[in-house]
């Protein structure tokens, strides 16, 4: 019996849901039949953010730590070499939608510099997650603390 859950996603841009993140990872695997919830026309909007506000969900994840030692920022979910960037970050927080929001900024830019289009049209999960009070995803009121750590010997 579960009593914490700790979310370890890694980041990878999803074909489907914008950002396979925090909120994507946890919900798609928290059910069962989950293609459902991914396809057109609602990429994961609002169904995602609901599943992660119903109990126990909600009460039991206290930590989410995403990978982002690569960045994927195309062709995922699945790792797809081609489309990662090294990035060398690891976020923690207690905030799955100021995650999401970060990382999904970061391959919005990776995806310009290759002038891919933007994935911001099927991230509406993110958003609906804030609305219901899930985290905070507006880059005014996310706080990042960056911790450089030295070099191996």
């Known amino acids: 019996l579960a009593t914490k859950i700790i979310t370890v996603p890694v980041i990878p841009n999803s074909e489907s849901t914008g950002l396979h993140g925090c909120i994507a990872s946890l919900a798609l695997d928290s059910v069962d039949n989950n293609r459902?919830?991914?396809?057109?026309?609602?990429?994961?909007?609002?169904?995602?953010?609901?599943?992660?506000?119903?109990?126990?969900?909600?009460?039991?994840?206290?930590?989410?730590?995403?990978?982002?030692?690569?960045?994927?920022?195309?062709?995922?979910?699945?790792?797809?070499?081609?489309?990662?960037?090294?990035?060398?970050?690891?976020?923690?927080?207690?905030?799955?939608?100021?995650?999401?929001?970060?990382?999904?900024?970061?391959?919005?830019?990776?995806?310009?510099?290759r002038q891919l289009p933007e994935s911001a049209p099927i991230l509406g999960h993110i958003r609906t997650a804030q609305r219901l009070g899930l985290g905070v995803g507006h880059p005014d009121r996310v706080r990042i603390e960056t911790i450089e750590l030295p070099p191996a010997p």
């Not at 992660?52 to 969900?57: D, F, I, Q, S, V």
């Not at 920022?73 to 790792?79: I, N, Q, S, V």
């Not at 939608?97 to 510099?113: F, H, Q, S, Y």
């Open 36 to 113: 459902r919830f991914e396809l057109e026309p609602l990429w994961g909007d609002p169904v995602l953010a609901e599943i992660l506000a119903e109990e126990p969900l909600r009460e039991k994840t206290v930590l989410h730590i995403m990978d982002g030692l690569l960045a994927q920022f195309a062709g995922g979910p699945t790792r797809t070499i081609n489309y990662c960037n090294e990035h060398g970050t690891l976020y923690f927080s207690t905030d799955p939608v100021a995650i999401d929001a970060t990382v999904a900024a970061v391959i919005e830019k990776l995806r310009a510099a």
